[in-house]
Protein backbone atom coordinates (compact mmCIF):
# COMPACT_ATOMS: atom_id res chain seq x y z
CA UNK A 1 0.00 0.00 0.00
CA UNK A 2 1.42 3.47 -0.88
CA UNK A 3 1.74 5.86 2.45
CA UNK A 4 -1.14 7.94 3.37
CA UNK A 5 0.13 11.78 2.74
CA UNK A 6 1.35 12.63 6.08
CA UNK A 7 -1.05 15.87 6.02
CA UNK A 8 -3.64 13.26 6.24
CA UNK A 9 -2.59 11.58 8.95
CA UNK A 10 -2.39 14.32 11.26
CA UNK A 11 -5.70 15.36 10.18
CA UNK A 12 -7.17 12.00 11.50
CA UNK A 13 -4.97 11.76 14.35
CA UNK A 14 -6.43 15.08 15.60
CA UNK A 15 -10.04 14.50 14.15
CA UNK A 16 -12.43 13.86 16.95
CA UNK A 17 -15.61 13.25 14.46
CA UNK A 18 -15.08 12.23 10.70
CA UNK A 19 -18.82 11.65 8.78
CA UNK A 20 -18.64 7.62 7.99
CA UNK A 21 -20.75 7.14 4.37
CA UNK A 22 -21.91 4.18 3.57
CA UNK A 23 -24.08 2.87 0.89
CA UNK A 24 -27.46 0.69 0.95
CA UNK A 25 -28.28 -2.19 -1.53
CA UNK A 26 -30.52 0.48 -2.96
CA UNK A 27 -27.63 2.65 -3.42
CA UNK A 28 -28.69 5.03 -1.23
CA UNK A 29 -26.08 7.19 0.73
CA UNK A 30 -26.19 7.05 4.72
CA UNK A 31 -23.63 9.02 6.75
CA UNK A 32 -22.81 8.99 10.33
CA UNK A 33 -20.54 10.63 12.55
CA UNK A 34 -17.66 8.54 14.11
CA UNK A 35 -14.61 8.73 15.80
CA UNK A 36 -11.95 8.36 13.56
CA UNK A 37 -8.43 6.41 14.36
CA UNK A 38 -5.38 5.71 12.39
CA UNK A 39 -2.90 2.75 13.22
CA UNK A 40 -1.01 3.07 10.00
CA UNK A 41 -2.24 0.83 8.35
CA UNK A 42 -6.06 1.43 8.60
CA UNK A 43 -8.82 3.83 9.68
CA UNK A 44 -10.58 2.12 12.37
CA UNK A 45 -13.93 2.92 14.04
CA UNK A 46 -15.78 1.33 16.66
CA UNK A 47 -19.97 1.37 15.95
CA UNK A 48 -22.49 0.10 18.50
CA UNK A 49 -24.45 -3.48 17.44
CA UNK A 50 -27.71 -2.61 18.89
CA UNK A 51 -29.44 -0.93 15.90
CA UNK A 52 -26.61 -0.46 13.53
CA UNK A 53 -27.78 -0.54 9.41
CA UNK A 54 -24.12 1.17 9.04
CA UNK A 55 -22.86 -2.51 9.95
CA UNK A 56 -25.18 -4.52 7.87
CA UNK A 57 -25.10 -1.90 5.05
CA UNK A 58 -20.92 -1.95 5.03
CA UNK A 59 -21.16 -6.10 5.33
CA UNK A 60 -23.49 -6.02 1.93
CA UNK A 61 -21.28 -2.95 -0.05
CA UNK A 62 -17.32 -2.30 1.61
CA UNK A 63 -17.37 0.67 -0.44
CA UNK A 64 -17.07 3.92 2.03
CA UNK A 65 -16.31 7.47 2.36
CA UNK A 66 -14.79 9.18 5.08
CA UNK A 67 -14.63 12.90 5.18
CA UNK A 68 -12.67 15.19 7.53
CA UNK A 69 -13.82 18.40 6.85
CA UNK A 70 -14.86 20.52 10.16
CA UNK A 71 -12.61 22.54 11.43
CA UNK A 72 -13.81 22.36 15.12
CA UNK A 73 -14.11 18.67 15.29
CA UNK A 74 -10.28 18.44 13.28
CA UNK A 75 -7.98 20.77 14.62
CA UNK A 76 -5.01 20.91 12.68
CA UNK A 77 -2.70 23.77 11.50
CA UNK A 78 -2.81 24.64 8.60
CA UNK A 79 -6.16 23.40 8.26
CA UNK A 80 -7.49 20.58 5.12
CA UNK A 81 -9.91 19.17 4.27
CA UNK A 82 -9.83 15.37 3.36
CA UNK A 83 -11.68 12.52 1.90
CA UNK A 84 -10.52 9.14 2.07
CA UNK A 85 -12.26 6.06 0.07
CA UNK A 86 -11.64 2.93 0.59
CA UNK A 87 -12.97 -0.49 1.29
CA UNK A 88 -14.19 -1.54 4.77
CA UNK A 89 -14.88 -4.53 6.93
CA UNK A 90 -16.69 -5.22 9.76
CA UNK A 91 -14.87 -7.39 12.89
CA UNK A 92 -17.55 -8.48 14.92
CA UNK A 93 -15.93 -11.47 16.29
CA UNK A 94 -16.84 -10.88 20.19
CA UNK A 95 -18.91 -7.93 20.34
CA UNK A 96 -17.37 -7.74 23.92
CA UNK A 97 -13.89 -8.23 23.68
CA UNK A 98 -12.04 -7.77 20.05
CA UNK A 99 -12.90 -3.64 19.98
CA UNK A 100 -10.68 -3.38 22.97
CA UNK A 101 -7.46 -3.45 20.76
CA UNK A 102 -8.79 0.33 20.22
CA UNK A 103 -8.88 1.06 23.51
CA UNK A 104 -5.26 2.94 23.74
CA UNK A 105 -6.02 4.81 20.40
CA UNK A 106 -9.74 5.77 21.41
CA UNK A 107 -8.75 7.18 25.10
CA UNK A 108 -5.86 9.04 23.04
CA UNK A 109 -8.16 10.72 21.39
CA UNK A 110 -11.57 10.51 23.90
CA UNK A 111 -10.31 10.31 27.43
CA UNK A 112 -13.83 10.71 28.67
CA UNK A 113 -13.88 6.63 27.61
CA UNK A 114 -11.88 5.88 30.31
CA UNK A 115 -14.34 7.16 32.86
CA UNK A 116 -16.71 5.34 31.36
CA UNK A 117 -15.63 2.28 31.15
CA UNK A 118 -16.03 1.63 34.64
CA UNK A 119 -19.96 1.69 34.03
CA UNK A 120 -19.37 -1.05 30.97
CA UNK A 121 -21.36 -3.83 33.00
CA UNK A 122 -24.05 -1.20 34.01
CA UNK A 123 -24.28 -0.19 30.39
CA UNK A 124 -23.66 -3.17 28.33
CA UNK A 125 -25.39 -2.20 25.05
CA UNK A 126 -23.02 0.81 24.47
CA UNK A 127 -20.32 -1.99 25.01
CA UNK A 128 -21.35 -4.55 22.30
CA UNK A 129 -19.60 -3.38 19.85
CA UNK A 130 -18.25 -4.05 16.45
CA UNK A 131 -14.69 -2.62 14.52
CA UNK A 132 -15.02 -1.34 11.22
CA UNK A 133 -11.39 -1.58 9.52
CA UNK A 134 -11.37 0.94 5.94
CA UNK A 135 -8.07 0.10 4.12
CA UNK A 136 -7.60 3.28 2.43
CA UNK A 137 -7.46 2.99 -1.73
CA UNK A 138 -7.85 6.83 -2.39
CA UNK A 139 -7.43 10.34 -0.39
CA UNK A 140 -8.69 13.40 -1.81
CA UNK A 141 -7.11 16.83 -0.28
CA UNK A 142 -7.90 20.38 -0.11
CA UNK A 143 -5.22 22.28 0.99
CA UNK A 144 -6.36 25.11 3.20
CA UNK A 145 -9.81 23.37 3.32
CA UNK A 146 -10.91 25.00 0.14
CA UNK A 147 -13.06 22.95 -1.83
CA UNK A 148 -13.82 25.69 -4.30
CA UNK A 149 -10.10 24.62 -5.90
CA UNK A 150 -9.40 21.22 -7.24
CA UNK A 151 -8.25 18.67 -5.16
CA UNK A 152 -4.62 16.62 -4.32
CA UNK A 153 -5.77 13.26 -5.51
CA UNK A 154 -3.44 10.28 -3.92
CA UNK A 155 -4.44 7.04 -4.90
CA UNK A 156 -3.31 4.79 -1.87
CA UNK A 157 -4.48 1.17 -3.51
CA UNK A 158 -1.57 -1.40 -4.17
CA UNK A 159 -1.67 -0.93 -7.49
CA UNK A 160 -0.43 2.05 -7.38
CA UNK A 161 2.54 1.21 -5.33
Known amino acids: MVQMPPDVVNLLNAALTAELTVIDKRERMYT ?3 IPMWDGR ?14 ERIKANPKVSVSLNDPVACP ?36 SVSKLMRFRFALPLFWERSVIEITPRRALVWPGGDTTQTPDIFDLSEDAA
Open 32 to 34: DPL
Open 42 to 55: HILMTSSVLFSRKL
Open 76 to 111: VTPFLRATIQGDARVIDGDIHQDWERLLPLWTAKEP
